[in-house]
């Protein structure tokens, strides 16, 4: 919960971010009925308590992979409360689904997890350093999309969104490499750069949440600020 309470002062006063995924063309998608713009409020993993209200900067999206294949969606949280961007693979259907596979070993990293860090560079080849990492990879425990289910602030109808998450802890180790000549300040002098080597897992640190919303509907009087 602390980290949780942590983002939410990271993310007050944050504007909605733009993803180049609302240029995507979803009417020939094979997760139609999983993809959209979802605004939400954070509870607690039993559903009976509120940590963070909702907010229109507050949103998770669905949509299709690469690939466009059946149950298989990148779901991202675009204001960064927790944060985190991962592809997952699903069983059921948009009525009732979940991941695939709750073992850590089976679930893809989260790409904001594994960014290198910037705090500091290697010098050389053969450095790594291990970094302290919050959900370094993400289950859907249970989750549904119903439609027509949810009544907006401002009264209309919209599909509901129901999602429990299970957010996987640990470390997060980085090797050295040589990077790009190119990229080199003084092209004399050799620079090197932190590229992801493992995931470690701590399953002490497991936390979950439930995400509870609706999809976005865009009509003013649905906005929450």
């Given at each position: 919960?602390k980290?949780?309470?942590?983002?939410?002062?990271?993310?007050?006063?944050?504007?909605?971010?733009?993803?180049?995924?609302?240029?995507?063309?979803?009417?020939?998608?094979?997760?139609?009925?999983?993809?959209?713009?979802?605004?939400?409020?954070?509870?607690?993993?039993?559903g009976?308590a509120?940590?963070?209200?909702?907010?229109?900067?507050?949103?998770?999206?669905?949509?299709?992979t690469?690939?466009?294949?059946?149950?298989?969606?990148?779901?991202?949280?675009?204001?960064?409360?927790f944060?985190?961007?991962?592809?997952?693979?699903?069983?059921g259907?948009?009525?009732?689904?979940?991941?695939a596979?709750?073992?850590?070993?089976?679930?893809?990293?989260?790409?904001?997890?594994?960014?290198?860090?910037?705090?500091?560079?290697?010098?050389?080849?053969?450095?790594?350093?291990?970094?302290?990492?919050?959900?370094?990879?993400?289950?859907?425990?249970?989750?549904?999309?119903?439609?027509?289910?949810?009544?907006?602030?401002?009264?209309?109808?919209?599909d509901?969104?129901?999602?429990?998450?299970?957010l996987?802890c640990?470390?997060?180790?980085?090797?050295?490499?040589?990077?790009p000549?190119?990229l080199w300040?003084d092209?004399?002098?050799?620079?090197?750069?932190w590229?992801?080597?493992s995931?470690?897992?701590d399953n002490?640190?497991?936390?979950?949440?439930?995400?509870?919303?609706?999809?976005?509907?865009?009509?003013?009087?649905?906005?929450?600020k």
């Amino acid at each position: 919960m602390k980290k949780i309470l942590l983002y939410i002062a990271l993310a007050i006063g944050a504007t909605s971010l733009i993803s180049c995924q609302e240029e995507l063309e979803i009417w020939d998608s094979a997760v139609l009925d999983y993809s959209g713009r979802f605004l939400f409020e954070l509870q607690d993993e039993t559903g009976t308590a509120t940590l963070v209200g909702f907010d229109d900067a507050q949103q998770i999206y669905i949509y299709s992979t690469a690939s466009n294949v059946a149950n298989e969606v990148w779901i991202e949280d675009v204001d960064h409360l927790f944060p985190f961007k991962c592809k997952q693979r699903l069983t059921g259907n948009a009525n009732s689904f979940a991941s695939a596979s709750l073992d850590f070993n089976n679930l893809e990293n989260n790409l904001l997890a594994i960014e290198p860090p910037t705090t500091s560079k290697p010098l050389g080849l053969g450095e790594t350093v291990i970094v302290d990492r919050d959900y370094i990879r993400v289950a859907i425990e249970e989750a549904k999309i119903l439609k027509g289910a949810a009544t907006t602030v401002g009264g209309n109808v919209a599909d509901s969104l129901y999602m429990k998450v299970r957010l996987y802890c640990g470390s997060v180790t980085f090797a050295s490499y040589k990077l790009p000549q190119s990229l080199w300040a003084d092209p004399e002098v050799e620079e090197f750069g932190w590229e992801l080597e493992s995931v470690t897992y701590d399953n002490t640190l497991d936390e979950s949440y439930v995400i509870a919303g609706h999809r976005y509907t865009g009509f003013p009087e649905d906005h929450y600020k």
